[in-house]
């Protein structure tokens, strides 16, 4: 039973324009989220978070937006640059850190930015 | 400030072996989460050490086990490998009990054959 989803394996958009990625959740326990950006050979690294108890929060170029009642959560990147091209991850967990359980990751959304 | 480091960085075993893989936290950090990632899928949470002790668990197998040093790095080891178990491991560091946001090591690819 997957808690976390990441329902579009890959999104291609321009450079310039908009990045939009989407993640939906399961676990009501859940009041923490992030999103990491994975490199092929690289560990993830980590981009933003947000607890539940906001609805946005924004860093430079990304945003990430929360809706609670909808268990929905997503990640704008605006403009989209070629090297925001890589795999993102949305990632939940209960408390700040995971704590003993953990983070439980999405499978991912390989986004490729278009020149 | 040092970033978490894993090794190896590649690492080829049989069936039924036993495998050990290694990591340093970041700088200051006190806590240490594995996790394991198979191809297609997003990293799945082994367990956690903090201060020395095992602190949370996923769902894996006790031949799934792990180490945390006094100087806070950390080991996983694997016995009797299965063909599933070959997958990217990421060791991620924290601090304070996994209270904070996790960062990630390079991973070691693990493949069984």
Not at chain 1, 22 to 28: F, Q
Not at chain 1, 34 to 51: C, H, M, V
Not at chain 1, 68 to 74: F, M, V
Not at chain 1, 81 to 91: E, I, K, M, T
Request: some cysteine; aromatic content about 12%; hydrophobic content about 30%.
């Amino acid at each position: 039973d997957q808690q976390v989803k990441q329902n579009s394996p890959s999104l291609s958009v321009q450079e310039g324009r908009i990045s939009i990625l989407n993640c939906d959740y399961t676990n009501s326990m859940f009041d923490y989220f992030l999103w990491y950006k994975k490199y092929p050979a690289e560990g993830p690294t980590f981009l933003i978070s947000i607890s539940s108890i906001k609805d946005k929060n924004e860093d430079g170029r990304f945003t990430v937006f929360l809706n609670k009642s909808a268990k929905h959560l997503s990640l704008h990147i605006v403009p989209s640059q070629p090297g925001d091209s890589a795999v993102y991850f949305c990632a939940a967990s209960v408390g700040t850190g995971g704590g003993a359980d953990g983070l439980t990751f999405g499978k991912g959304t390989h986004l490729i930015i278009q020149p | 400030e040092t970033g978490v480091t894993q090794s190896p960085t590649h690492l080829i075993k049989t069936r039924g072996q036993q495998v050990t893989l290694r990591c340093s936290s970041q700088s200051g950090h006190n806590t240490v989460s594995w996790y394991q990632q198979a191809l297609g899928q997003g990293p799945q949470f082994i367990f956690q050490y903090y201060r020395e002790e095992e602190n949370g668990r996923g769902n894996f197998p006790p031949r799934f086990s792990g180490l945390q040093f006094p100087n806070y790095s950390s080991e996983l080891n694997v016995n009797a490998l299965e063909l599933d178990d070959s997958a990217l491991y990421l060791c991620a560091s924290s601090l304070e009990d996994g209270r904070e946001t996790q960062y990630f090591g390079p991973g070691t690819r693990l493949l069984v054959l």
